[in-house]
């Protein structure tokens, strides 16, 4: 069964860092695309960014490039969303999903969310 | 960016009705569109891609459609499990991805 699993909750003061994860399970973790999708509370969908872990190719969205930086760890299947310097405009849910060719995305994690506030 | 516009962004049905979302990018996409299902709490869930494409083990009241710019996600008989926000993704100018603003399906 393929499954992705991300970290719990945060609650973050601004201008701390912060790494949220998502692990993959079930399928070949190197073989499909990781993307985060943020989702701000009351809002709608919006694509981040994406990487491969089969080779760490990561592309942005331009609206998100520079504010976050996406990683994986093929060794045990994780990807990761990080932030150097939060803002409380992060506020808010984000989810991890796989995607086969940087297209649509067929599962998803739970969710991870973000509050920051001082 | 090709921008992705649903309409409506709210609809009121009751159960049984036949439910039509539009979503209008601002450029063609060549039916590259797929459609999700999110209810409140929840990580959306994929139902359509390539346009008309059903997911598997999605119900087949579910049913897409559309061409160029223009495409529509129908459900034939709306049942009390459906009643949630509704989104349609292109995937045309990849690896740029844009989600359309949502429609929000409620009980009447």
């Known amino acids: 069964e393929v499954q992705l699993v991300q970290s719990g909750a945060e609650v973050k003061k601004p201008g701390e860092s912060l790494k949220i994860s998502c692990k993959g399970s079930g399928y070949s973790f190197t073989s499909y695309w990781i993307g985060w999708v943020r989702q701000m509370p009351g809002k709608g969908l919006e694509w981040m960014g994406i990487i491969y872990p089969g080779d760490s190719d990561t592309r942005y969205s331009p609206s998100f490039q520079g504010q976050v930086t996406i990683s994986a760890d093929k060794s045990i299947s994780t990807a990761y969303l990080q932030w150097s310097s939060l803002k409380a405009s992060d506020t808010a849910m984000y989810y991890c999903?796989?995607?086969?060719?940087?297209?649509?995305?067929?599962?998803w994690g739970q969710g991870t969310l973000v509050t920051v506030s001082s | 960016d090709i921008q992705m516009t649903q309409s409506p962004s709210s609809l009121s049905a009751s159960v049984g009705d036949r439910v039509t979302i539009t979503c209008r990018a601002s450029q063609g996409i060549s039916n590259s569109l797929a459609w999700y299902q999110q209810k409140p709490g929840k990580a959306p869930k994929l139902l359509l891609y390539?346009?008309?494409r059903l997911e598997s083990g999605v119900p087949s009241r579910f049913s897409g459609s559309g061409s160029g710019t223009d495409y529509t996600l129908t459900i034939s008989s709306l049942q009390p499990e459906d009643f949630a926000t509704y989104y349609c993704q292109q995937y045309y100018s990849t690896p740029l991805l844009t989600f359309g603003g949502g429609t929000k399906v409620e009980i009447k």
């Open positions: 390539a346009a008309s």
């Open positions: 999903a796989r995607s086969g060719r940087v297209d649509y995305f067929d599962y």
